[in-house]
């Protein structure tokens, strides 16, 4: 089974501040990864698919970068809505796992 | 408008079977492509993929809990149901339902229920 690991655990930013979080697959997954950001009593919300692919209704300041085993979330300016946990997942051989989450909070 | 909305009991108690229904709008899933997955996440934890469901009636599941799920779907109801047999209070979590579609990729999970949350204690 692949294992995601996602850095940093929490991160702490200012509203219009870069944030930058990564996911590292311990095989290759090619490109078949996806991003989520989830709020406090919130079901998921899909960004990001097949790495670098926004999802319907994604604000453009949201992207998706990597490949192989390496990805990267860019948020290019934090807006006071994207305080959050971001997960990421990957499919392989019909089987899903999701990595253990980012927050990114208020500094 | 894609909806889904998971329902079943909130507390269960310790070796009891736990059963789910994921009741859903907007898509079928006898559309060539579609699926329905369950995934779960404990209080404060991650989120954990469960079991998958196909237009074709093929079935996924989870490599550590594939002994205990089983998935199915009634087509013409538009429900999908995961029953999870002897249950522990480690599975407290909220359930969700989820859709996606089979592309040959990531296969990610774009429409999701709002959840609900299971307590096992006896």
């Known amino acids: 089974e692949i294992v995601l690991t996602q850095s940093p655990a929490t991160l702490s930013l200012s509203p219009g501040e870069r944030a930058t979080l990564s996911c590292r697959a311990s095989?290759?997954?090619?490109?078949?990864l996806a991003w989520y950001q989830q709020k406090p009593g919130q079901a998921p919300r899909l960004l990001i698919y097949?790495?670098?692919n926004r999802a319907t209704g994604i604000p453009a300041r949201f992207s998706g970068s990597g490949s192989g085993t390496d990805f990267t979330l860019t948020i290019s300016s934090l807006e006071p809505e994207d305080f959050a946990v971001y997960y990421c997942?990957?499919?392989?051989?019909?089987?899903?796992?999701f990595g253990p989450g980012t927050k990114v909070d208020i500094k | 408008q894609v909806t889904l909305r998971e329902s079943g009991p909130a507390l269960v108690k310790p070796t009891q079977t736990l059963t789910l229904t994921c009741t859903f709008s907007?898509?079928?899933?006898?559309?060539?492509?579609?699926?329905v997955s369950w995934i779960r996440q404990p209080p404060g934890k991650a989120l954990e993929w469960l079991a998958l469901?196909?237009?074709?009636?093929?079935?996924y599941y989870s490599t550590s809990l594939k002994t205990r799920l089983t998935i199915s779907k009634d087509t013409s109801k538009n429900q999908v149901v995961l029953t999870m047999t002897n249950m522990d209070p480690v599975d407290t979590a909220t359930y969700y339902c989820?859709?996606?579609?089979?592309?040959?990729?990531?296969?990610?999970?774009?429409?999701w229920g709002q959840g609900t949350m299971v307590t096992v204690s006896s």
């Open positions: 907007g898509f079928s899933l006898s559309t060539s492509g579609m699926c």
């Open positions: 097949d790495a670098s």
């Open positions: 997942q990957q499919r392989s051989n019909w089987l899903f796992t």
């Open positions: 469901i196909d237009w074709d009636d093929d079935k």
């Open positions: 095989q290759s997954v090619s490109s078949y």
């Open positions: 989820a859709r996606s579609q089979k592309t040959g990729a990531t296969d990610a999970f774009d429409i």
